[in-house]
């Protein structure tokens, strides 16, 4: 017998004081969240240092 057996098959619980908001609005709450503030900076700059190849002459070698 697993741990939630005895619950799993009860009815989700819904409000009866409140109606059901919208899925277009519980989306909105989050939008103006920003948790990785400046992430895409990073990226950008890391993917301009790394789209930059070293070019070696003939007599260098790097393995």
Do not use: C, V, W
């Amino acid at each position: 017998m697993g741990k939630y057996d005895d619950i799993i098959d009860l009815p989700h619980h819904e409000s009866t004081k409140y109606p059901k908001m919208p899925a277009l609005d519980r989306a909105a709450q989050f939008l103006p969240f920003a948790a990785l503030t400046g992430f895409d900076a990073a990226i950008r700059e890391t993917t301009r240092l790394s789209e930059e190849r070293a070019e070696l002459g003939e007599n260098r070698y790097d393995p």
